[in-house]
């Protein structure tokens, strides 16, 4: 089995035991990572960041959006609750405006009502 099959297959097992990976990829520049639902992205290089994007893809019925942005060093942020109709995507900013040490993990995790519908998190390096 190549590599790529056996993430896959890894993943697919996760998700069928609604087990959460959250283990992500290091950032050494700006980027996008995504997790189910929900999507961060960042515009800064390295460790300093100004802003952080969430999305939160929505189904075909209205919810309530929010979500949560922190990093394991103590920094966290709450977004703002929208009313979203059916197929939008919720998009929200958090505004870090600082520099992390090396290593930290920057995670969000998004919500439709009360349900936790995804957690992508990255790593910060120079």
């Known amino acids: 089995m190549n590599a790529h099959k056996l993430i896959t297959s890894i993943g697919a097992a996760a998700a069928t035991l609604g087990i959460v990976l959250a283990s992500g990829p ?57 009313h979203v109709d059916a197929f939008r995507t919720y998009r929200d900013q958090a505004y870090p405006q600082r520099h992390f040490p090396a290593g930290t993990r920057l995670c969000a995790e998004g919500f439709r009502g009360d349900a936790s519908v995804g957690l992508p998190c990255v790593t910060l390096t120079n």
Do not use: F, M
């Not at 939160?56 to 929208?82: F, L």
């Open 26 to 82: 290091s950032a050494v520049a700006d980027g996008k990572w995504c997790n189910n639902s929900v999507c961060i992205e960042t515009y800064d290089s390295g460790t300093y960041l100004g802003r952080v994007e969430v999305s939160v893809t929505n189904t075909n019925q209205p919810h309530s959006i929010r979500a949560r942005v922190w990093t394991t060093d103590g920094w966290s942020a709450h977004t703002k609750t929208e």
